[in-house]
């Protein structure tokens, strides 16, 4: 693993990790959006290949920002899950969020705003606990 960073630079090697566009796709797509099948992922609005999706996965769930665990129902379905490591990175996503709507919504007008940012942005340490709360009631339900 450690081969896998080109430096020894905090900021480099983490986008070792989250540097492609995909990886906080699917990150997003977890947390706010519920997907947590390989079909969820493929049958998003974003459309990413299976090929990347897959290697995406595994390069997540060997940094252990993801577990892939199989479904009750259906041993052939996995469910992949962030774990409290790739919860973490909230924050990042939320200040991602807000950086977006301050600096590109003026050249993306259709982008979609969620509707709490502002709320979001005056208390982001709620807002984090709530969000991470809430994916955690998600995922406890995903094996009930």
């Known amino acids: ?13 983490g986008l070792d990790i989250f540097g492609d566009k995909w990886t ?3 990150i997003k797509q977890m947390l706010f959006e519920e ?9 998003s609005q974003e ?11 595994k390069q997540l769930e060997t ?14 379905t996995k469910i992949y899950t962030l ?10 996503l939320i200040e991602l969020m807000l950086w977006s709507k301050n600096n590109i919504h ?5 982008m979609n705003i969620h509707p709490d940012l502002d ?8 807002s984090v606990k709530r969000i991470i709360e809430s994916y955690n009631k998600f995922k406890e339900s995903l094996f009930k």
């Open 1 to 13: 693993m450690k081969d896998f960073f080109r430096s020894k630079c905090p900021i480099t090697s």
């Open 24 to 26: 906080l796709v699917i």
């Open 35 to 43: 997907k947590s099948t390989f079909k969820d992922f493929t049958d």
């Open 47 to 57: 459309a990413i290949a299976t090929n990347i999706l897959s290697s995406r996965l």
């Open 63 to 76: 940094f252990e920002i993801i577990n892939k665990n199989t479904h009750p129902d259906n041993k052939k």
């Open 83 to 92: 774990t409290d490591k790739g919860l973490s990175f909230t924050p990042i």
């Open 106 to 110: 003026e050249i993306h007008p259709s």
């Open 119 to 126: 709320e979001i942005k005056k208390h982001k340490k709620q």
